[in-house]
T-cell receptor, first 110, second 114 residues
Framework: QKEVEQDPGPLSVPEGAIVSLNCTYS??????FMWYRQYSRKGPELLMY????GNKEDGRFTAQVDKSSKYISLFIRDSQPSDSATYLC??????????FGTGTSLTVIP | NAGVTQTPKFQVLKTGQSMTLQCAQD?????MYWYRQDPGMGLRLIYY???????DKGEVPNGYNVSRLNKREFSLRLESAAPSQTSVYFC?????????????FGSGTQLSVL
């Protein structure tokens, strides 16, 4: 079993829709949770960063962490064509280890 | 602020050739990493360096060597390239302090080995 599971999609939504992206994990030691956005032929860009459980909001983006269920989510409100990218979840316990999902490909159709 | 800078952006090698991928960060980060990204496999850690003067193997180190030249620079060397090393390579860095476990990536090197 992989440490982090992420549905690869692809996910296709109309402009303006609410998008929900999810990851599950098995290691209860994870404390730091991240979402990265990766455009085609570019490096992953840090989008959201959360420590422990709870919600964090930044503009149209909301990250949720439920440590009891070992489940994290990224919500995108009022999705735009510019949100079309691959979204990677990542997690870390303390230390030098980062564990990544394989990414979900999102297309927002105008 | 440039962040993490990688060179070259693209490279084509023949089997058996060698090359070095360069990486530099200007964020005064302690830790640096090399990942490879392949379709369906996600990001896999090749090597990392927790601090200047130290390096450790990651998930897929075979066929690669690294050098942490100083706090800013971390290079990845392919001594004898193989077609299985065709991939996109990303360098990353993090401050590595408790409560600040953020990882920042460079723009990548697309490597093809023929």
């Amino acid at each position: 079993q992989k440490e982090v599971e992420q549905d690869p999609g692809p996910l296709s939504v109309p402009e303006g829709a609410i998008v929900s992206l999810n990851c599950t994990y098995s290691n209860s030691a994870f404390q730091y949770f991240m979402w990265y956005r990766q455009y085609s032929r570019k490096g992953p860009e840090l989008l959201m960063y959360t420590y422990s459980s709870g919600n964090k909001e930044d503009g149209r983006f909301t990250a949720q962490v439920d440590k009891s269920s070992k489940y994290i989510s990224l919500f995108i409100r009022d999705s735009q064509p510019s949100d079309s990218a691959t979204y990677l979840c990542a997690m870390s316990p303390t230390g030098n280890q980062f564990y990544f999902g394989t990414g979900t490909s999102l297309t927002v159709i105008p | 602020n440039a962040g993490v800078t990688q060179t070259p952006k693209f490279q084509v090698l023949k089997t058996g050739q060698s090359m070095t991928l360069q990486c530099a960060q200007d964020m005064n980060h302690n830790s640096m990493y090399w990942y490879r990204q392949d379709p369906g496999m996600g990001l896999r850690l090749i090597y990392y360096s927790a601090s200047e003067g130290t390096t450790d193997k990651g998930e897929v180190p075979n066929g690669y060597n690294v050098s942490r030249l100083n706090k800013r620079e971390f290079s990845l060397r392919l001594e004898s390239a193989a077609p299985s090393q065709t991939s996109v390579y990303f360098c990353a860095s993090s401050r590595q302090e408790t409560g600040d476990e953020k990882l920042f990536f460079g723009s990548g090197t697309q490597l093809s080995v023929l």
